[in-house]
């Protein structure tokens, strides 16, 4: 370990070894990256994201009370449903004509499961996809989630669940194209589910985790629900706190994750909502401040971009909303998100950062054509992304 990083990662552990976090020192610190070591990057992000207050003293008892009332959210949006559901055919007590799966009124239990089952299935389809070029998230995961898990419990779990809500809509969509045989649901596994080896009951692999992280998301969020992209999001968050060296938070990851996502969110969440677009909180306008400030910076650049006509909207939604979860590997990801949570403007960075991307590859947009162009802003092709923040860092400086 070279001596440069052995003293970063001692001004880390002073600033944190306070009794109260000094917050502007920890930004700046957290801004130039920080060390994975010793589960410092996943305690500064929880500070960051303001899941974890700056009074050390206040962590433990928070973190108990979170991490219960996720456990309570898991037992209330999952387990019960499912019982409800795995009791359907079993003790008829409990369906009464108000609440059977066939009422129509709107606010039956029933038209409210089938409502999140159309959700969870978007939700199963993305996060199947997460980083698919890493193993990680086919992998098991060293916790599984004991509540959910437990032999004990039979009900039907969001995996049982989306099995089950698959077969039907494919026996449906295939009676609806006038074939009246329709082979037994039980032997044609959709493709989708095939794609992936299911492990074996006891275990869940790190993508399961995620799903009903999102799921559970959805739940409490209905005026958001969930939109594809959430995924993305909440992929590194996951990741970061998954892999922490730290065993003892480790083994929280999927509760840590779902309150640092949630803070996250409402940071951002006016990008996903689609109504806001034009406002002033909206993405719009968030893609149209990247080129003012490119014309502050880089007018030759902005001119050649407008006289092709190509819009922020083209690559720039993507970039912003997705805060670059598409555009590098995931530690390059995971580096820029160092400093985007540590800007005290909240992603004002970000639009730097983009503005820097821009720059970074004037020479060849300037030569290319449309089609060239637009198929370089689609995928970047610089993968230095210390060259990246380092230039941002600079038009930052040069306001």
């Not at 993507?318 to 555009?327: A, H, I, K, V």
């Not at 949570?341 to 720059?359: E, I, N, P, Q, S």
């Not at 802003?377 to 038009?395: C, F, R």
């Amino acid at each position: 370990m070279s001596r440069l990083h052995q003293s970063r990662i001692a001004d880390f552990q002073e600033v944190l070894g306070e009794p109260t976090v000094a917050l502007t020192k920890l930004r700046e610190l957290c801004f130039s990256g920080i060390p994975f070591d010793g589960g410092l990057r996943c305690l500064c992000w929880k500070i960051l994201l303001n899941y974890l207050p700056l009074e050390k003293a206040l962590w433990s008892s928070l973190l108990k009370k979170q991490r219960d009332l996720y456990s309570q959210f898991l037992k209330e949006m999952i387990i019960q449903p499912g019982i409800a559901k795995a009791n359907l055919g079993v003790s008829r007590e409990d369906v009464t004509l108000e609440d059977h799966p066939l009422n129509p009124n709107p606010d039956s239990r029933w038209n409210t499961y089938f409502k999140d089952n159309e959700v969870l299935l978007q939700i199963d389809k993305d996060v199947r996809r997460l980083y698919p070029d890493m193993a990680f998230f086919q992998r098991p995961t060293d916790y599984p989630c004991l509540l959910i898990l437990d032999p004990q419990n039979e009900f039907e779990t969001l995996r049982r669940r989306v099995e089950q809500t698959t077969l039907k809509s494919q026996t449906v969509a295939r009676n609806r194209s006038g074939v009246t045989n329709v082979s037994s649901p039980l032997k044609t596994t959709p493709s989708s589910l095939s794609e992936y080896e299911v492990l074996p009951n006891g275990c869940e692999a790190h993508w399961e985790v995620v799903e009903r992280i999102l799921f559970i998301y959805a739940k409490l969020n209905p005026g958001i629900a969930y939109v594809q992209g959430m995924n993305e999001i909440v992929g590194p968050l996951y990741y970061t706190f998954a892999t922490d060296p730290n065993s003892e938070w480790k083994e929280h990851a999927e509760a840590d994750t779902f309150f640092c996502f949630t803070n996250l969110m409402a940071e951002i969440r006016d990008n996903f909502i689609k109504s806001l677009d034009d406002s002033q909180c909206g993405i719009t306008y968030k893609m149209e401040k990247v080129y003012s400030t490119l014309k502050e910076k880089d007018v030759e650049l902005y001119l050649k971009l407008q006289e092709q006509n190509i819009k922020p909207q083209f690559f720039a939604f993507r970039w912003l909303t997705l805060l670059l979860s598409q555009e590098f590997l995931l530690p390059d990801v995971i580096r820029i998100w160092d400093s985007l949570f540590a800007d005290d403007k909240r992603f004002d960075f970000l639009l730097l950062v983009c503005c820097a991307m821009l720059t970074l590859i004037r020479d060849q947009l300037l030569e290319g054509d449309f089609t060239l162009n637009m198929r370089m802003l689609q995928d970047y092709p610089i993968s230095d992304v210390h060259l990246i923040l380092k230039k941002a860092k600079e038009l930052q400086d040069s306001k």
